[in-house]
């Protein structure tokens, strides 16, 4: 696999490509965002015009991007990524200020000391705590920050750097997989069927208590790295950190942090820039109650953005992908494309059809919540017609974002993840790969008694 920046730039000149070769159409769209349904049109192409200069379509005439849109659309991208790069970057420096303190290695060594170095106990409790953040509450970029405590622990443990990302990864995408009650997921695509929020949220606990459990044992499972899951490492490890009161001051002000940021999330609508502020604020409180001075704490906190600065870079790429495909307009001609061949089938077919669609417009919209809103108002009538619920149908989205979310090189969040854990794209495709064709037979098989017991 090449170099993921050389892989992102490949996908953006493929993505430049499909604007001259897929025909231009878009879907008329409310004021408040979802697609109108039935309402797409095709556009006439000017192939001439965007060629040599960068022109934007309109409802009467597209243009294909122009080959200067390779690089004019990564700082596009990064413009429009900019709240979540910047909470990237500042998740990194808030990072190096906290590894300054090593509350985090003193921490971890104290639990193993507890559980006497048991993965088998240590690693079940992490990810199950980790899905019911995602699968209950959405909990999904906040994770970022995890992956350097998981990459201690997973040292601790005797394991590489892929073992720590994959207890963060895995557990966080099965979350997003089932979405119990989800609200980043739920409170769009339901009412855009006509559901209630949250209802139907007993099947969706019996897909996570199939599949998580599935996922833990998976990991647990991986190739080793230098150490063997369940046997405890060399005592000397675990008490090669002094767990002092300062220590413990620091990581209560995470804990207090992260509980912070959940309620903002879910009581005020904090978003990015708030949360940004927020680990801003936590390096400083840091800073304060780990005694580290002024100056070491500015140096660890420009040294941990340094180390983000892949993972920042990532996001922005991944979103000039999308930025190409939308200035071109034909991401909605996919769009109409694909969901034109599960119109008129056997109920089974269609649902697990509109899984595998919505795996497919994964690649090109990323965003759970974007692609509610363009698929749900396209598919709910389509499942009706076909006799297909419209809670099938949100299933069948909630288990398609999910599977290709943990595969996808245009998914921003993965490769920030994977960047942060200093893991190789193709290194977790490789991994990776098996656990997902068993979570897609899985989800299959879910779909099918879900269509027949009338979900």
């Not at 000149?13 to 231009?24: E, Q, R």
């Not at 998981?150 to 207890?167: I, N, P, Q, S, Y």
């Not at 855009?192 to 499972?221: E, N």
Request: charged residues 10%; proline residues 5%.
């Amino acid at each position: 696999m090449p170099h993921a920046v050389v892989m992102m730039l490949l996908i953006i000149t493929a993505s430049v490509a499909l604007t001259y070769v897929v025909p231009a159409g878009r879907y008329a769209r409310t004021k408040a965002g979802p697609v109108v349904p039935g309402s797409f049109h095709t556009i006439p192409k000017d192939f001439g015009a965007g060629v040599l200069q960068l022109k934007a379509g309109n409802d009467s005439v597209a243009y294909p991007a122009s080959p200067l849109a390779i690089l004019t659309s990564i700082p596009t991208g990064m413009v429009r990524a900019a709240p979540l790069i910047m909470m990237i970057l500042f998740i990194g420096g808030m990072f190096g200020v906290l590894q300054h303190t090593n509350a985090v290695n003193a921490g971890i060594d104290r639990l193993l000391v507890i559980t006497g170095g048991n993965a088998n106990i240590v690693v079940p409790v992490f990810m199950i705590m980790l899905a019911c953040g995602s699968t209950f509450l959405g909990l999904i970029s906040e994770y970022l920050v995890i992956i350097p405590i998981a990459l201690v622990l997973a040292e601790r443990l005797g394991r590489d750097a892929l073992f720590g990302t994959a207890m963060v990864t895995v557990a966080a995408k099965i979350g997003y997989l089932t979405s119990v009650t989800n609200p980043l997921a739920l409170a769009v695509a339901q009412p855009l069927v006509g559901l209630p929020v949250f209802s139907g949220a007993w099947f969706r606990f019996a897909t996570l208590a199939v599949f998580l459990p599935i996922g833990i044992w998976y990991v647990l499972r991986a190739p080793r790295g230098a150490g063997t899951a369940g046997a405890a490492a060399p005592r000397a490890v675990f008490v090669a950190e002094p767990f002092t009161g300062g220590h413990m001051a620091v990581l209560a002000a995470l804990g207090l942090a992260i509980g912070v940021m959940i309620w903002g999330v879910h009581e005020h609508n904090w978003s990015n820039p708030e949360l940004s502020a927020m680990y801003i604020a936590l390096a400083l409180v840091i800073a304060i109650v780990g005694r580290v001075s002024s100056r070491e704490a500015s140096q660890s906190f420009v040294k941990g953005m340094q180390g983000m600065m892949l993972a920042a870079l990532l996001v922005g790429l991944a979103a000039a992908v999308e930025v190409i495909l939308r200035e071109g307009m034909v991401l909605d001609t996919i769009i109409a494309s694909l969901t034109s061949l599960v119109e008129g089938r056997h109920p089974v077919f269609v649902a697990n059809g509109m899984m595998w669609l919505q795996m497919v417009i994964d690649v090109f919209i990323p965003s759970t919540s974007g692609k509610a809103a363009v698929t749900m108002p396209i598919l709910g009538p389509i499942g009706q017609l076909s006799g297909v619920s419209g809670q099938v149908t949100v299933q069948a989205f909630l288990f398609g974002n999910g599977l290709m979310n943990t595969l996808t090189p245009t998914s921003g969040m993965l490769l920030a993840y994977l960047a942060t854990g200093k893991v190789a794209y193709g290194e977790w495709i490789r991994f990776v790969m098996p656990l997902a064709l068993i979570l897609v037979a899985l989800c299959s098989v879910a779909l099918t008694v879900a269509v027949l017991i009338g979900l």
